[in-house]
């Protein structure tokens, strides 16, 4: 039997995005930023965050895998799906990440844009399952902290099913 445990209500993840908004207009104001998304989970956070933001600014998305089906831990081996299509080169980038768990996908993330020469790279993350964590990994602009277990909701699936969910929960149970 399949049960979701409410970890974050919509109205929470809301007032997150719109302080995370905040702080990123103050530190890109003026700097046309180009917000990158891992995808697929982080499209209903970056979707958020951009109208929060109302300044200029440009998106981009690329798609990594490191996972299996269902709720098979990280493989640890990071393959692009889709690499980025603009350049990055001098420009300011900001990763959109939806959550960050074992950091070992966005150490790649941020290895990879690197190659590519950006003048800056900052993290915007709206959740943290920090004891999750494998590989250390900045976080610059971070939302919410969450607990140490399988979450759905808000984009986050489990073999694509719950992401309309507009609050986040712990998958309880066999899916």
């Not at 046309?32 to 981009?60: H, Q, S, W, Y």
Request: net charge positive; aromatic share 10%.
């Amino acid at each position: 039997m399949t049960t979701l445990e409410p970890i974050y209500t919509s109205d929470d993840i809301n007032a997150a995005v719109a302080r995370l908004a905040r702080e990123v207009r103050r530190d890109y104001r003026d700097k046309n930023p180009i917000l990158v998304g891992v995808l697929k989970g982080c499209f209903v956070f970056m979707a958020d965050l951009v109208r929060a933001l109302d300044m200029p600014l440009e998106t981009e998305f690329m798609a990594l895998s490191s996972y299996g089906r269902g709720r098979a831990k990280t493989s640890g081996q990071v393959r692009v799906v889709h690499g980025l299509r603009a350049s990055v080169r001098g420009r300011h980038v900001l990763v959109v990440e939806d959550i960050v768990d074992t950091g070992v996908t966005l150490n790649f993330t941020l290895e990879y844009l690197s190659r590519r020469k950006p003048a800056s790279v900052r993290v915007c993350a709206l959740f943290d399952k920090s004891a999750a964590r494998r590989v250390p990994v900045p976080v610059d602009y971070l939302g919410l902290a969450v607990p140490d277990c399988f979450l759905v909701g808000y984009g986050l699936d489990y073999d694509e099913r719950f992401r309309y969910l507009s609050g986040i929960y712990c998958l309880k149970g066999d899916g």
